[in-house]
C-alpha cells in the first residue's frame, strides 16, 4: 500500500460494496455495511483524489446503506446510475430505453420460480437468488436464461445468483476507466465475478502507466478467476475494511 500512502491525491479507489464492505448474508436485501464504514469513505473521500463504490445495487440501495458521504461516487448498477462526487445523480439513458424489458422480465420471473428462490427488482435490472434455495439453482438460472432470450437482455452470472440487465456497454470496468484515467495511482477492492471487468480496467490502466493495486476480497466461495488478478488478497469484509482504515489513516 506504500503507492497510495504517498500519492494520496494521485490516487484512486474502487470499492465493491456486497462481499467487501458489506458481509455477504443470505437476505440479498439485507446485507448491511460494516460498523463505520459511511464515515471510512468520506475519510477516504478527503483523502483521495477519487473514491467510488462501484457495485450492481441500484444506487438508491446504496444511498440507504451508506448516505453520501462527501466526495464519494455511489455507481449503482454497474454505472448505469450514479450519484457523483457533487452529489448530483445521472442515468445512462441508453439503459432507460430497457426499463419497460426489465419489467417484463421481473413479472415473469416473479410468476415463475420455486419457494426459496428470491426475485430482487432493481428497477433497470433484476436478480435471481438462489442463497436460499440451493437445489433450485438450475430451474433458476433455467428461468433467467428463458427470460433473457425473450427480452433481449444479458444474463450476468454472480454468487448464487444471476442478472438481468440492458445490453449496454456498462460494467465496472466502464466506470473505473471513466473516473480512474489520469490518475496515477488506481486501487480496486472485489470479491466477484462482476468485479472482474473492473480488476481488468485497473490492470488496462496499470499498462498505460499508472501505479495499480488489486485487491481481492476473499472467502470459501471466492471465483478463481477473481483470485488469479489480484495483486493482495484479503480474507472478507473485516480484513478489507481494516486495510482501507489504514489507507485511510495514511
Ligand atoms: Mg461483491
Known sequence: MAPLRDRAAEAALFLDYDGTLAPIVADPVGARPLL???????????????????SGRPVAYLEGALGRPPRVHLAGLYGMEEI????RLRRDAAAEEWRDAVGDATASLLRGLPPGVEVEPKGLAVTVHWRRAPRAAATARAAAAAAA?????????GRMSIELRP???????????????????VGCFGDDVGDVPAFDAVSALGRAGATTVIVAVADLESP?????????????????????RAIAAG
Open 36 to 54: 463505520g464504514v459511511p464515515e471510512l469513505l468520506a475519510a477516504l473521500g478527503d483523502r483521495l483524489g477519487v473514491v467510488a463504490v462501484v
Open 167 to 185: 445490453p449496454v456497454p456498462a460494467d465496472k470496468g466502464t466506470v473505473v476507466l471513466r473516473l480512474g484515467t489520469g490518475h496515477a495511482v
Open 224 to 244: 478463481p478467476e477473481v483470485i488469479a488478478r489480484a495483486d493482495v488478497v484479503v480474507q472478507g469484509p473485516v480484513e478489507a475494511v481494516a486495510l482501507l
Open 84 to 87: 457523483g462526487g457533487d452529489g
Open 149 to 157: 432470450a425473450r427480452t433481449g437482455l444479458v444474463a450476468q452470472p
